[in-house]
């Protein structure tokens, strides 16, 4: 299984608009990030998680010419605002796509989307099949899947295990039942926002809490904001387990 890093950063993404900290200023590649999202490649399928507004950009970036189906974590516009640009691989593949996602989401997405559901025929718009999941392990195609309920703030959030492969977005606190379900990870992608505290998302020292606890042979944190440091930076701090994933990274797991 390929994994593919398309964005590595938090809502405003990297840089901010506006902003002139030494991060946003960087001349890093690896401190450009843009919303988080991955691509997964498994036995011919190609499977992104979540839709966001730089998902028309990843797509060009990676060349990808199919897409199989979206996985959804949740329905906060940094993670659903692309989906207009689906309608690309409708027309390549002249069906809709399938999003897998719980019930909420579907219904965030609806909301967002209203025209698309609409009565109307305009030819146009994008398609998609919804695909509803809840706490159960399911499969796209041979893919088998198992959610882990995480909280983002007070709102519920899915994660997803892949065999030895998790991947863990837009958290703060997962229980003790839904951890369990991350025992015996090997590879664990997961978000760390910055050194200071937020309401709805894992510090830096509270991901590496979570790495500690979870001991995956290996790490790596996503879903970083402006204040989370320079790349070169953070890295030289961390254990050597531990990779700050950039945009464009690839790994096999």
């Known amino acids: 299984m390929e994994v ?13 608009i506006g902003c002139e900290c030494e991060v946003c200023k960087s001349k890093d590649a690896k401190d450009n990030r843009l919303r988080t999202s991955i691509m997964i490649k498994h036995n011919g399928q190609i499977i992104v998680s979540d839709c966001g507004p730089d ?11 199919k897409l199989d189906a979206i996985l959804m974590t949740h329905a906060h516009r940094d993670h659903t605002a692309g989906f207009d640009d689906i309608r690309a691989f409708n027309f390549i593949s002249g069906k809709p796509i399938q999003v897998y996602c719980d019930y909420t989401t579907q219904l965030g997405i609806k909301d967002q989307y209203g025209y698309v559901f609409s009565e109307t025929d305009y030819p146009y718009l994008p398609k998609m099949n ?29 994660s997803y295990r892949f065999g030895n492969f998790s991947f863990i977005t837009d958290a703060k ?3 003790p039942a839904e ?11 997961v978000n760390a926002l910055r050194e200071q505290e937020h309401y709805s998302h894992f510090t830096i020292q509270q991901s590496l809490q979570l790495v500690e606890e979870i001991n995956p042979e290996h790490a790596y944190f996503i879903h970083m904001s402006h204040q989370f440091g320079l790349h070169e930076a953070v890295q030289a701090k961390l254990p050597s387990n531990i990779t ?3 945009d464009g990274l690839k790994i096999n797991v």
Request: charged share 20%; glycine share 12%; aromatic share 8%.
């Open 179 to 189: 951890r369990e379900k991350l025992r015996g990870t090997k590879v664990l992608i």
């Open 130 to 158: 919804f695909t509803i999941i809840e706490n159960e392990p399911f499969s796209i195609g041979d893919l088998s899947i198992l959610p882990i309920n995480v909280l983002h703030g007070g709102m519920p959030v899915k």
């Open 55 to 65: 998902f028309r950009q990843q797509m060009l970036r990676e060349n990808v010419k």
């Open 173 to 175: 606190e997962i229980v």
């Open 4 to 16: 593919t890093f398309l964005g590595t950063g938090t809502s405003g993404g990297v840089p901010l």
């Open 244 to 246: 700050v994933a950039y």
